[in-house]
């Protein structure tokens, strides 16, 4: 129970929360007894995130943000950038909160009932929580990609068609069919769709169906990114054409990605964050987070002795 | 002797077979080396041997006492010689014989109608007499050779499971028998129906009045069975409820679902099902009571020609009944789409709206299909509201103020009262029944089927 | 910005259009909240409507106007001199309550004046005296002060008094209000519980009418429906959910059971009159046919409610007992069951509620005669309180249309009373896994 007192700066988490926190700690840790020394050493230290979470040219910026479903808290004070038409990468154990932490930066979390955000998170220099934010063109400019492909049951065209149609980005037709077809190539799946755009989005591959999404995510011109576990139902080859279509994509979006895999992080992001227990533990340069960690925390789920 | 003490020694009986059995097990054990040497416990002889005992005489009894009129009927009219073609005639004939044995017939006693009358005595005592000594044979013979069956070796207990297994799988067939009994009740008096009217007639004619007078020179004496008023009332009515109760139905779910907070759902939801729970005759006395008169005066005071009894009223007080019945099945496909696409469609900046309409809807759209169609049967058999509210004129008409007739309704007049099973009259209800079962078992089949198939597209 | 999309279209131009159609996208979305919020509204008001126009109806028949009279048993104006059965049989009792009238008012004269002055009192209240002067021998040639049931007219003529009614004379004349006033005023008319209604069976005379019969055979009939609806919904649900091998006559019996849930209540109308009545020839209008009917009608519903029991009973019980050598019938006999118990007597409470509240079968099975006489076993003619109420609805008379509606408050009474057990019996025994 000594954890409790040692974090002064983040706000005091309720009895139930820090017990549970300790369990999963302790339980991660009856694998090896070296492991349960280390997290628990290791706990004091996660007070202050390590490395380098800030830079100059921020195209989203976060400071001490605070996520609480009901009386939980998810998210504990985390403050991090990400910088204009980057790749950063959240990683870390199940439950540690990188989804949530992915999910306010759209205000995904809105649909969630009970669910509470604090602090300050800017796009451009615009708060994202302001009072008078619409969630609708936030939500164009900050596009989402999920953790399971979810095409919407209508066919190719339309699924991609889809955005454009709402927000009204198409005046005619043919640009419409322009936008689509587009898309489409940027995600790399034109190729192989373009002679059943009318057949259901439904009927493609798990892999296509990705791609699908991710097409139907940058038919409306978004800013931003965000890609929530998007190759954790997919197999090697379609995951590694995901991983090609990011790097691509990287050129003209800012983009954040939460994955599992340790070797995607490695793979395509230039900055790696590591989340543990709802805390930014340590963010840096990818490399830098892979071959030289500065937190043991870090280390050790990095040479997977937890997670 | 008497049914009720027949059967009282008979529970008797099967009690003392169940003893016996029990105890005898044990016996067996004792002398074969205790209870664990017996092949099931010793109460299972015990249920093994009651049943032997009871199960058959009991299946026979139950056969008895359904056929034994029907039997001791013909044998008495059969012995008659001169009896009446009729078959009303033959019923009061034998009306008059039963009356007669029974001691309470005053009147010209013909000495034909006294020996029959002494036969149906004669037959009924040797009949107790006969069922009796059947009963109590078939029950203490089978008692005794099950008792004395009992060995340790036998496996009581695998034997009583396989009958009770066949118990459960007759009470499981209680749906087919139903199934069953529904169709050939009507189908048989439909086709009754059918010889003296032709089906063409029925299906297709355009005037409809039952009504068949007492003396063959009389006008209108044949009656007229075109049912298409009926048809185009019950789809009159029908369609008004529908109008009311699938936006409303729909709507409601769709902002119980998407919408509402917990607490406005906890509050909503039960307080609509209330309507769901009222029986269908409070909803015909308030359409004809109350909304019936409200609409009447409100047309006459738009200076339009109401009758008290509208199409209107009777439909828009279904269409209130009905709704809980849409807004609960669409609840259920609704919450069954998957939130990951609510997600997508949020994700991409659709407004709630939006996502309901464009993703939400369009997924669920063959549940809600289903459910639409199911109300729809719904509607065509409900009887209460339109029986109270609609009227009977059977008017071939479209403006929803006027009366209309339905087919529930008329099936209610027809067989309400007195009942006389050799005229078309009477056989005409079951002509309807017929047809109202044939279109609601279509509407549920397809219903019930698109509800399945959409219920594994997201399992 | 860069032009990220290679198409026409930069994303400032892209970011306009959005904004530009905001406005319009949010109007949608207030007007399609509203259309929810509208549903919801007419549903409630509905609820609301419907109950406030029922109570408002029905519950001044809870309360019945009743005259205070001296009456004398007087053996020259009952044409008796013992009581016994026979004498009594035809003893003139309206003749004592004739006099009784003529005494209070003793200037009415004129023989329309003396039968308007006469019809004051209900018919019924010869019997009441009747019943009295049987069950009290001792009574005859002695004087009593007894109150009766007033005419439905005066009590309709009393009730619209008090709702300020004061032009509103219906059936009554000017001279029989008159009366009324005086004996209001003198407290010998009072409006006091209205105990015969719920001990009278149906009548044609309104105050006399009561539901008593209707409860009884609605509680007959619902005894039949559950004793047999009950043990075969559970053993159906038992086999198909734990012994039914998967081939096509399970199916069948799968496809029938929904379908049957769906098929309209007038068609097991229907095969109650051709099957149980006009084949077996069971007896017309009686409670066992009924129940019988009902019991095909509610099976469907506790088959389909007691196999969601099952259902939520987890394998892991099963698997246990199986492992200790259970045999698959004692597995579900003494662990399965017991722990679906409470569900499926949920879904017997539901299904009860249902069979209850039906009307359109039973009218079928001559269950809509006029019955009088309370039923005492399920073979005697009665009819249910549906039934009551559909053919008191009939009736014009204002009397009757209370009466209705306080007939309908009482079956949803019992409606709403059987649901909250349901509800309740959940919640208690719910078992959470």
């Not at chain 2, 009389?218 to 699938?246: D, E, H, K, N, R």
Request: glycine share 8%; net charge neutral.
């Amino acid at each position: 129970m000594t954890s409790m007192t040692l974090n002064a700066g983040a706000p005091v988490p309720a009895q139930d929360k820090t017990n549970s926190a300790t369990d999963l700690t302790d339980k991660s840790a009856t694998e090896s007894t070296s492991v349960k020394q280390q997290a628990v050493k290791t706990q004091e230290d996660i007070a202050e995130t390590v490395g380098s979470p800030f830079c100059d040219e921020a195209k989203l910026r976060m400071r001490n943000v605070n996520v609480f479903y009901g009386e939980a808290q998810a998210i504990h004070d985390v403050s991090l950038d990400i910088g204009r038409n980057q790749v950063v990468a959240m990683i870390g154990p199940s439950g540690c909160g990188k989804s949530t932490f992915l999910r306010c930066l759209n205000r995904m979390n809105d649909t969630i009932e009970g669910c509470r955000v604090e602090g300050d998170l800017t796009l451009d220099g615009e708060a994202i929580y302001g009072p008078k934010v619409d969630v609708v063109p936030l939500r164009a400019r900050v596009g989402m990609v999920f953790q399971k492909p979810n095409p919407f049951p209508k066919s190719i065209y339309d699924n991609v068609a889809y955005g454009p149609k709402i927000h009204g980005i198409a005046s005619r037709r043919a640009e419409l069919d322009e936008i689509v077809e587009n898309s489409l190539r940027r995600a790399g799946l034109w190729d192989e769709v373009k002679d059943r755009l009318d057949k259901p989005g439904t009927g493609l591959s798990g892999g296509q169906q990705q791609r699908l999404c991710i097409a139907r995510a940058i038919a409306v011109s978004p800013e931003v990114i965000l890609m929530d576990e998007p190759c954790s139902a997919l197999d090697p080859i379609a995951t590694a054409r995901i991983e090609e279509l990011i790097h691509e994509l990287r050129e003209n979006y800012t983009i954040a990605i939460v994955t599992h895999s340790m070797q995607q992080a490695a793979r395509v992001s230039q900055r790696t964050a590591y989340f543990h227990l709802g805390k930014l533990v340590e963010v840096n340069d990818t490399e830098t987070v892979f071959t030289n960690p500065e937190h043991d925390l870090t280390e050790a789920y990095i040479t997977g002795r937890f997670g | 002797m008497q049914t009720p003490t027949l059967f009282a020694l008979l529970l008797l009986l099967i009690l003392v077979a169940y003893g016996t059995g029990f105890s005898r097990a044990i016996a067996a054990a004792r002398s074969s080396g205790g209870i664990r040497s017996l092949a099931s416990l010793p109460s299972y002889y015990g249920v093994h041997t009651a049943l032997w005992c009871g199960l058959p005489a009991l299946i026979i009894l139950g056969c008895w006492l359904v056929f034994d009129d029907a039997i001791i009927r013909a044998m008495v009219m059969g012995s008659i010689a001169d009896k009446p073609e009729s078959i009303a005639g033959q019923n009061l004939l034998y009306a008059q014989i039963q009356n007669l044995a029974a001691g309470n017939l005053v009147g010209n006693v013909t000495p034909q109608l006294q020996d029959a009358a002494a036969h149906l005595e004669s037959l009924r005592a040797s009949g107790r007499w006969m069922q009796t000594a059947l009963i109590l044979i078939l029950s203490i013979g089978l008692g005794a050779y099950a008792f004395l069956r009992i060995s340790p070796e036998m496996r009581a207990r695998e034997k009583v499971e396989k009958v009770l297994r066949i118990i459960l799988l007759a009470c499981a067939c209680a749906a087919i028998f139903t199934t069953v009994g529904i169709l050939l009740s009507v189908l048989f008096e439909s086709l009754r129906f059918f010889q003296s009217v032709p089906v063409t007639e029925f299906l297709f004619g355009l005037h409809w009045s039952p009504q068949m007078a007492l003396r063959a020179d009389q006008v209108g004496s044949s009656g007229a069975f075109g049912a298409v008023p009926l048809f185009t009332g019950t789809l009159l009515v029908s369609a008004i409820a529908m109008f009311v109760a699938v936006p409303v139905g729909l709507m409601s779910a769709i902002y119980l679902a998407e919408y509402a907070g917990k607490k406005v759902r906890s509050v909503a939801k039960p307080l609509l099902e209330i309507l769901a729970g009222v029986p269908t005759v409070v909803y015909g006395f308030f359409a004809a009571l109350t909304v019936a008169p409200f609409i009447r005066d409100l047309a006459q005071s738009m200076g339009l020609q109401a009758s008290s009894e509208s199409a209107l009223a009777a439909g828009l007080v279904m269409g209130v009944m009905i709704i809980p019945f849409v807004s609960s099945l669409s609840d259920d496909v609704i919450n069954a789409v998957p939130q990951s696409l609510r997600d997508g469609a949020l994700g991409l900046g659709s407004t709630k709206s939006e996502t309901v309409r464009k993703v939400v809807i369009p997924a669920a759209l063959p549940g809600i299909v289903g459910g639409v169609l199911l109300a729809v049967s719904r509607a065509i058999g409900e009887t209460m509201i339109v029986v109270m509210a609609a009227g009977l004129a059977a008017n071939l008409t479209a403006n929803p103020l006027e009366s209309v007739t339905t087919v529930t309704v008329q099936i209610v007049t027809l067989l309400v009262g007195d009942q006389e099973f050799d005229s078309p009259k009477t056989l005409a209800a079951f002509a309807l029944g017929l047809m109202l079962f044939i279109s609601t078992l279509i509407l549920n089949f397809i219903a019930l089927h698109v509800v399945k198939k959409y219920r594994e597209q997201y399992d | 910005m860069t032009d990220l999309t290679q198409s026409n279209l930069t994303q400032k131009e892209v970011r306009e259009r959005i904004e530009s159609r905001l406005a319009s996208r949010h109007r949608k979305e207030k007007i399609f909240r509203g259309f929810g919020i509208a549903s919801i509204a007419f549903g409630i008001l509905a609820v609301v409507v419907l109950f406030t126009d029922i109570i408002s109806k029905g519950s001044s028949a809870f309360v019945q106007t009743d005259i205070e009279l001296n009456v004398t048993y007087d053996p020259a104006v009952l044409g008796i001199d013992t009581v016994d059965d026979e004498s009594l049989a035809w003893a003139n009792f309206d003749a004592v309550i004739r006099n009784a009238l003529r005494e209070r008012f003793p200037d009415v004269s004129g023989r329309r004046d003396k039968r308007e002055l006469y019809s004051l009192v209900s018919n019924g209240a010869g019997f009441e005296l009747r019943e009295r002067l049987q069950q009290n021998p001792e009574l005859l040639g002695k004087t009593e002060t007894l109150w009766f049931n007033a005419d439905d007219d005066v009590d309709t003529y009393v009730k619209s008094l008090s709702k300020s009614e004061e032009g509103f004379l219906g059936r009554t004349s000017e001279q029989k209000a008159g009366w009324i006033k005086s004996l209001l005023a003198t407290g010998e008319l009072e409006k006091r519980f209205n105990t015969t209604f719920f001990t009278n069976g149906d009548s044609r005379e309104p105050e006399q009418a009561g539901i008593r019969a209707a409860l009884m055979g609605s509680l007959f009939t619902l005894l039949v429906t559950l004793a047999l609806s009950f043990p075969i919904g559970v053993a159906a649900a038992i086999y198909l959910e734990e012994f039914a091998p998967k081939n096509r006559w399970t199916d069948l019996i799968e496809v029938n059971i929904n379908n049957l849930a769906a098929v309209p209540s007038i068609v097991f109308g229907l095969l109650g009159l051709a099957i149980f009545i006009n084949f077996f020839e069971l007896p017309r209008s009686a409670p066992l046919v009924g129940g019988l009917v009902l019991t095909l009608m509610t099976l469907p519903t506790i088959i389909i409610s007691s196999r969601a029991a099952l259902k939520s009973v987890p394998p892991s019980i099963r698997e246990a007992a199986m492992g200790m050598g259970a045999s698959r019938m004692q597995v579900v006999l003494h662990h399965v069951l017991p722990l679906a118990m409470p569900g499926m007597l949920t879904g017997a409470i539901i299904g009860m509620a249902q069979a209850l509240g039906e009307t359109a079968p039973l009218l079928m099975i001559g269950m809509v005669a006029f019955i009088v006489d309370v039923p005492h076993g399920i073979t005697d003619p009665s009819t249910v309180l549906p039934v009551q109420i559909f053919l008191w609805a009939d009736s014009p008379e204002r009397a009757f249309v209370e009466r209705t509606s306080a007939a309908i408050m009482v079956l949803l009474a019992v409606l709403i009373t059987m649901n909250t057990c349901a509800v309740w019996l959940r919640k208690k025994l719910e078992r959470r896994w």
